[in-house]
């Protein structure tokens, strides 16, 4: 979806992305790099004393592996403006795997400096659950 | 800020954090990670040809980040619920160093289950430019 | 160009990849992965008194690098079946930015199975001159 | 076997390293080092439905790990210069333990810049299944 | 107990910290970092034929994560001086959780310049067993 | 000196490692794996405000690494008992290159099951200043 320009995409049209899997390994090395060890995501032990009886993927990580899923095209996507309605709907465990369904819901023309289309953006996991829903704002270069 | 229970914040109360800075290396790690190698952040020829003429941060690295310096306090926080109004308002660039400010603006009492803490957060960078602003949502334990 | 069946691709077909700076951070984390710490890769004082005068990218990392731009699509590439004549032909420096040529020399139908491509992959750095040249060998599914 | 001098080996000579464990982290970290998300590696349902029922190790991770346990001698090996038909043979999956077995196949002796030896290269997991060969060729230095 | 000031610290305080767990990725990415690829860490096969039957965590490991869950409050801990007496007493498996007791056994007022306390550091198991005991030495600032 | 056994060793005996250069990225990877994100490892701001004038690597970094270039071999090194006397002596900057000098100061035979040797070791950087000094015990097989 975000490998075409701003005249060419229609409120309304979906995408759907690959998906990619949750490890263990990824909430570790997204805890060491954000440095938010919360235990719900890093002590097996806390966690299991928890309403989820495990430990849970950060919000964050999956917003953040959402982006690398996105296949942005260089040259189109011009800037990624900002987020709203950020969700976290429900847990993802270690092994679940995720991908997203994006939709065109909104187009705003900026005439010259092309135009800002609003996506929502549906993480969802293996039995299409949804774990987390937000609305992604993206400046698009046009077509000509 | 986030190691105080729901009925011990008031609205307005602020908070900072301390500080990090965001290195080359952040940056390639969070693009290994995310997968998102746009290369407006891991590209230094392409870079350089933009108008900010250098590699920028991504955005959810910088939200990543925020999240590690926020101090969550564990049987605290119970839920980080989502986030409304993320905008990505001025670049990051390597060897920049983000903190904080968190302000409280508004609380949702759930009754027996604690409340809803609305937080603005604002990162910004050594020279107190804002890069990031946004309101984030925690369902937080009562004190008692 | 892995974005297309076997049917789809002729010898003498070209295609360009995005490009990658190799950071510093990419080879203190390909030596750590690799557990390669030869000294002309991870030590300064080491590799100035070489003729390179400086550390160089491992030759393993760049090709590593070089099948994360290859855009392989899934469905498609059925198998990455091996390398011939994989030479390194001139010193990667930190900072330096590698880009792909691929261009198809050989294709070898297996009937029902696919067939298999030959691709001369070519990395070369932002100057144009070539750091390694290799024949990689596919095998691709049909269009129907 | 790399840390001895060209005169110091004989064609037939043959080394065996030592054992590393290919973990779900391995794999991982390959995948967002090289950014290399192909969905065999890094997708446990996609990889579910294919002929492997699971996720399998990059190719070249295996050949990543392979510099990491040759051993190479600072002051010996001058320089990698390239490998020859790369053949990969079996899947490694993970949890699989691989080693390698090394045997000087061939020498060329470069007068006052030392000389080439070609290195057969066995990647081979716990059971003894070749998962990798190869021809390797190194510039080695002279004892004298 | 490294948020207060060497004059509010007294000899026998303790103070717990959270857990974290130990996970394969762990002890990966410490190899790694580390370079030590010592195969009762890295190798399942070799670690199989001990005395402990399975891979274990590195000592140095263990005592990296403890300073992650020591919250050093900057602008009190001036300087980490040292360790005494440390001692691998037991190993910690992958998915062991490991925390902290600290206590305060000795301090040593240096006048104007703040004062050294000496802390005991044990690091322990889920099932309360030591793995690592230490004596740790801090320069900590004055209150005033 | 680790590739020998109790009884090939005396006391008095040296043995000098090779480099590594410690970068930037290597204090980053140290800070996230650790969960130790200190300001004077982290953030440059805070940083140049200290008598340091710039960030300096963990001494736990320093020490991780140290073992890493200190070539245990399989079946010689039964076990790292401990250290004892370990002193950061003097910071380690960004770009700075360490490296080993090991004695053996005591050797203790333990009869049938092998002995502990007792080995000083002087972590310095390219300028032969010393930046950590401590003495390690290992358990070593005897050779026969």
Redesign the interface.
């Known amino acids: 979806m975000l490998n075409r320009y701003f005249d060419q995409l229609d409120t309304g049209e979906k995408w759907f992305s690959?998906?990619?899997?949750i490890?263990?390994?990824?909430i570790?090395?997204?805890a060491?790099?954000?440095?938010?060890?919360?235990?719900?995501h890093?002590?097996?032990?806390?966690a299991s004393a928890t309403a989820f009886k495990q430990?849970i993927a950060?919000?964050?990580?999956l917003?953040?592996?959402a982006?690398?899923?996105?296949e942005?095209k260089?040259g189109i996507?011009i800037?990624?403006?900002?987020?709203?309605?950020?969700?976290?709907v429900s847990p993802v465990f270690i092994?679940d795997?995720i991908s997203l369904e994006m939709e065109v819901i909104d187009k705003n023309d900026k005439d010259g400096k092309g135009g800002v289309v609003t996506v929502k953006v549906t993480i969802f996991n293996?039995r299409n659950e949804t774990a987390v829903s937000a609305a992604f704002k993206f400046l698009l270069a046009k077509s000509c």
């Open positions: 690959g998906g990619r899997t490890t263990e390994s990824d570790v090395m997204f060491a790099l954000s440095g938010d060890w919360y235990p719900l890093t002590n097996k032990e806390w430990r950060h919000g964050m990580l917003l953040s592996v982006t690398g899923l996105m942005f260089p996507v800037a990624f403006y900002g987020m709203d309605k950020v969700r976290f092994g795997t293996q």
